[in-house]
DNA sequence: AATGAATGAGGCTTCATTCAT
DNA sequence: TATGAATGAAGCCTCATTCAT
């Protein structure tokens, strides 16, 4: 994650980077259902068809292996973030686009992101922070956006950090939730999930312009 | 037989069941801290200040315990909920009141929430049976409740089970994330909760009655 | 046993005794069925209808109940093996009632005598001394008879140690392995136990008296 | 997919069966002196030389090396009984034959014999019943020929069930009681067995050829 | 690049026994 | 006499990890 390679890790073969990063997605599914502490490295040999020493060669260790799903996830998200930045659109409109955005990964890389919303207390030490830290800093996206509505008077006057927890959750929980009773695509849940948040959150008497009518409710 | 009841299990004098109880209770933060399968055996003996064979002397096994935490939370919700269904009121009414109840529960259990939240896959074999089908009963109540809301036009066509999902994540996930930065009383977060999701799927042109505004929005 | 009680062992009622006794019985088949260090102080709790400290207040440990047990069966087949003594009677008359004697005990405490047989290695120190030297007794006696028999040119010049175990085992182990294929009377194995082994000891040519001619056989 | 083989256990190299043969049959002697349940598996390790998770890596589980000892005397006494199968002989010189190659077993490994006659009732589920049904194979055999021995008239007319519990009582049980008061060569006692059992069972009038007469009784 | 044997700490659970009540 | 809570050692087993090959 472009930490600069000066440290004591020797450097690697593109071919150990393929297959390092092959490893982490085949292990992703193993966590999701089974928990990370009751997965065991002989479980994760197996369904990489690997030995113990093999696996080792490209994990480093099991916590290693969990913070690179994290990373995995993280990487893509905040790609999706910048991305939303970079585009014009009104408060409401950068909602919705960054809830495709984030649906659009969750949907790509539902293990991965299941094992990171459950797993994520098993990270330690230095893992945890920086794990931490990059969550908060989407957080505090989400949060600036919502500000940005209030500001602007196309939102309510409530309270920005809740309303972001509330969003968070929408996205990250609720989709997941919904998967367990049969497939869903990210696309079917976007528009449901942002004209209920920015109908929820939204001012019914807006200073200039009207309200959002919900979409494909005509 | 004399002493015999032929039941699997002892019967238990009203001091063990005390304990047990505040064994419960102690055990709950020490999983919601540090997850279920981290929590060893010895880390609750010291807990609970009571040896090995002790502990065991109440709990059964881990799993046991874990079910019991799980029991705990759902007595209280599925009795709030009881006592809910037993008021009058619209379904916004209800869905306001549900959500005071479930988040009285969570302020007063918060340990035993996250612990449910997050440990529910460790429950095995018919543990796991009983807990689910509490929970799916709880879900059908909210269903149930929007459903009526739909059919009376006070709330939008949206899909009455992700729009479950939503209030349920919103008040299980969300009110437990807003805690960690700092304790949260549940009556300052109830109404903002029962805003921003019954606004979200508010009916904007209600067939007979006007639109609800915002409480202490003003 | 008759060994004085000067010792420190508190003197005991009557009822002590005969609750002792009918312990001793009732844990018997518990042993026989999944063995000594298979069955638990709390199984043997349960099948007298006693708490754990009652139960010890008769038996003072496990290994002194399986002590117990031992002495019950040693007890019985003493008191059969000088009723035998005392009756006039051929080697091979002497052996077949002390057989009968034996199998008659056996079918009357099979569990205890499989318990004996199968488990008296569980008897440590001082016990496991005393009952070896009751089971050499007997044996001894076994041995005593054949060597008359051989003496008296009765029987064929046989080693009388392992024919004495040869008798031994007939009617220790083969009786309790048919009774696990049915139920089945002492009465009916004591003939052709007696037949199958005096037969096969007997001198063919015999000095002074004809040969033994099977039971029922005729 | 390359390395897997989609069966339950892994494939084991021939370095590993060989070493779990030696662990096999230096594990027989502490089962047999404390008995299997009084044995644990630091015990195990201690006579083997090898941690806890290295035995574990030989052995599977405790039960499953009971069942590998068990394993290990059956396949023997089964080839002795096939080989005496193919070799021509009346019904006592089978017999006899059997008696040799059976006792030949129990000299080759009496402690494992003895943990088979002693701990079978510790194996569980399919152990046991596999266990069971070879177990009875093998005394099924043994009555075919004493029933065979009657039908030609070699034999009297005892009970073949009860008469082939007294054979392989006599060989089992008998022989490893014998050894206990020092060491002995199956070759001693295979000859005095043979005579005690078929002089036990054999028919004094035979229809045709006369009498057997004892082996070095002359 | 890969194997799998070995480590040894720790996992959860049960044990026989004691003792305050 | 009887209870059952408490003890703490020991039970069997699995764990993540290392290392010689």
């Known amino acids: 994650m472009g930490r600069g390679d000066a440290s004591g890790e020797p450097r690697r073969s593109p071919r150990w980077h393929a297959r390092r990063g092959a490893i982490i997605d085949a292990s992703a599914p193993l966590f999701a259902r089974s928990g990370y502490h009751a997965t065991g490295i002989t479980d994760l040999c197996e369904a990489n068809d690997l030995g113990k020493g093999a696996l080792y060669h490209y994990i480093g260790s099991k916590e290693e292996l969990l913070a690179a799903i994290h990373d995995r996830v993280m990487d893509e998200v905040m790609v999706g973030a910048d991305r939303v930045a970079q585009e014009p659109g009104s408060p409401s409109q950068q909602l919705e686009m960054l809830g495709r955005e984030l649906l659009d ?13 459950h797993e994520y207390p098993a990270l330690t030490g230095e893992r945890a922070e920086q794990f931490r830290g990059r969550r908060e800093e989407y957080e505090r996206r989400i949060e600036v956006v919502i500000r940005a509505g209030i500001d602007s008077g196309e939102f309510r006057d409530v309270d920005p950090r809740l309303a972001a927890r509330v969003w968070l ?3 990250n929980y609720t989709y997941l939730s919904l998967r367990v009773s049969g497939p869903l695509s990210a696309r079917d849940v976007a528009g449901p999930f942002a004209d209920i948040f920015i109908y929820g959150i939204a001012n019914p008497t807006p200073p200039e312009r009207g309200r959002r009518s919900p979409q494909g409710a005509e």
Do not use: C, F
């Open 169 to 171: 959750g929408m996205h």
């Open 105 to 117: 990964v969750i949907a790509r890389y539902p293990d991965h992101v299941w094992v990171l919303l």
